[in-house]
Each structure stands twice: as structure tokens, then as C-alpha cells.
């Protein structure tokens, strides 16, 4: 056996010989070159391929890009690393799906395809909502003048003073956006419709905006939580005792429930009298919040909380 300077072949090997066309089949042959192709981006459209949506036309270069990626940014943050293993609630739901509808948080199983699909529905037509946010808000805060915001209030009053009347509210609601669909002015050549146009880079800053808001509350609400809730150490119960418990956060529990306690009667009797001003305490509930976010009053509400 012939042998190289750099390396050493055992006995034991058979060198790999290219026989004549006329050898048989039985001896030894040089294995075939496989070639495996690199993968390509741009995969032709299947059946999966055509359920994920693409970034609609209407979308700058931006917004598109902010569009494909936050689908698999929020995924990426929500899905835990550690593999998922089905446990025993997952299999008696999948066991109970055919006796009766499912809920609407299970209805579908977490996909990417499906979360992309739904997310380009939401963006597309949540606008209306956050058209009447912003209208609210406008009206709340006093942004179209005294004027918007007291006719808002009169309106309340009225219904206060004759709370049957909040049935022909629909009727109202109904005949307003009739009259606000119909296109008084008249179209210009070429001009498409604001209904047929979606503003997605406005839709998806509102979305951004709304789940901040919904985390700053969740915080600002989250450290007074402790108040509400009643743990072993505050009321001791046998079925704890061989537990560890640990100290309260805080004593008042036991005293908010008390407290609770002893004035609901009282206020069941006082909401079924009849001398109960039930027009005049929702007017003053309905319009407080008004009058604080006045212009002129807003300033003055820190100093009347510290003095609180």
C-alpha cells in the first residue's frame, strides 16, 4: 500500500479504483456527487405561502417594514423558550372542542400565518375606533372649545332629567351616521374616497400609543392591588396551619372589608328609598369629570391633592 509524506493509510484500506465499462458490478465504485442547493428567498407560492399576507400597497417603504416585522417581534417576546409541552388542560380542552363552541381566546391555535393575517385586518379596520378615542377625547378634555364640550353637557343633563330617553339614543346614533356618510361636497376628478384609503402608518402609531397607555395604567393601578387582597396571615384558617405564611403587605385588608361589609346594607336601603336623589347624583357623577379637566382647573388639582 502506497503511502503520502503528510499522512498514513492503514493496511486495512482499499483504495477506490475507476474500473473499465466492461468490469462487473460487484466492485468497488466512487460514491455519486450529491449537490444540495442553496436555500432561495423567494420560495414559489404554496398553499401555506398564500394564507401569509403580504404588506399592503398603501404603505410607505416604513410603515411596510414596521408591518412584516411586528407580527414576529411580539411573537418572539410572548413565546417562552422552553419547549411546550401540552399539559393536562390543553388535552381536556382539545378532548371537550367537539361538545360545544370554544372560546374566543382558544379558537385558533398560535401561528404566525394566522397572527400576520389577523394583524393586517385589525390595522386596516380598527381606524373607526380610534376616530371616536380621539373625538372623546376631544370632548373631554375641552380641545374644540367650551362651546363642543357644553352641548356634550347639556345632552347629559337632558338624559339625567329623563332617563327614559336614553332608549332613542340608537335612534339618534343611527340617523347621525346617515347624515354624516352622505358626500356633500362633490368629488373631484381622479379623487378616490377616504373609505377606500387606510391610513396604516396613523393605525399602527394609534395601536403603539393604546398598548402603552394600557401598561402605564396596569402600573399605576398595580402597587394599591395589595389592598384588596385578603391573605392567610391576615385572616388564620387551620388549613394553613402546618404553612409558612408570609407577613402581610399591608393590615388595612381586614378593616376595607369590614368596612364593607357593615355599610352595604345601609346603602342597599338608602338606593331603595325613594327619597334618593338618583337624577341629581348621576348629573354630578357624569359632569365632575368634565369640570376637572377644564383648562383652568387642571392646574389647581395638584395643590388640592397634596392638601388631601
Same mark, same amino acid.
Given at each position: ?121 385589525? @390595522? ?29 353637557? @347639556? ?91 408570609? %407577613? ?5 385588608? %381586614? ?21 334618593? %336623589?338618583?337624577?341629581? @347624583? ?27
Amino acid at each position: 500500500m502506497a503511502s503520502l509524506a503528510y499522512i498514513s493509510i492503514p493496511p486495512c484500506a482499499t483504495r477506490l479504483q475507476s474500473p473499465p465499462p466492461s468490469s462487473s458490478s460487484s466492485s468497488l465504485q466512487r460514491a455519486k456527487k450529491v449537490t444540495t442547493p442553496l436555500p432561495n428567498p423567494t420560495s414559489p407560492p404554496s398553499v401555506s405561502s398564500t394564507n401569509s399576507p403580504q404588506a399592503p400597497s398603501g404603505m410607505n417603504s416604513s410603515t411596510a417594514a414596521a408591518f412584516s416585522l411586528l407580527p414576529q417581534m411580539l411573537l418572539s417576546s410572548t413565546i417562552p423558550n422552553a419547549p411546550l409541552s401540552p399539559s393536562v388542560k390543553d388535552k381536556e380542552k382539545e378532548r371537550d372542542a367537539g361538545k360545544g363552541p370554544q372560546l374566543l381566546t382558544t379558537k385558533e391555535p398560535l401561528s404566525i400565518p394566522i397572527t400576520t393575517a389577523n394583524f393586517k385586518r385589525f @390595522v386596516a379596520k380598527v381606524g373607526p375606533i380610534f376616530w371616536m378615542q380621539d373625538r372623546i377625547e376631544e370632548v373631554i378634555l375641552w380641545k374644540r372649545g367650551w362651546r363642543v364640550t357644553g352641548v356634550w353637557m @347639556v345632552a347629559y343633563a337632558f338624559l339625567c332629567y329623563f332617563p327614559m330617553m336614553v332608549f332613542a339614543v340608537p335612534h339618534l346614533l343611527l340617523i347621525g351616521t346617515m347624515l354624516a356618510s352622505y358626500p356633500y361636497s362633490k368629488p373631484k376628478p381622479g379623487e378616490t374616497s377616504s373609505s377606500d384609503s387606510v391610513n396604516w402608518q396613523g393605525n399602527l402609531q394609534a395601536i403603539q400609543n393604546l398598548m402603552g397607555f394600557v401598561a402605564d395604567a396596569h402600573d399605576l393601578i398595580q402597587p394599591h392591588l395589595h389592598l384588596l387582597v385578603l391573605t392567610p396571615a391576615h385572616l388564620p384558617s387551620p388549613a394553613y396551619a402546618d404553612v409558612p405564611v408570609p %407577613p402581610p403587605v399591608s393590615s388595612y385588608p %381586614p378593616l376595607i372589608l369590614l368596612t364593607l361589609l357593615l355599610t352595604f346594607p345601609p346603602l342597599v336601603a338608602l338606593l331603595a328609598s325613594p327619597l334618593f %336623589p338618583t337624577r341629581f @347624583v348621576c348629573l354630578v357623577i357624569g359632569l365632575l369629570p368634565l369640570v376637572a379637566t377644564h383648562p383652568r382647573v387642571r392646574p389647581v388639582l395638584p395643590a388640592l391633592g397634596k392638601l388631601a
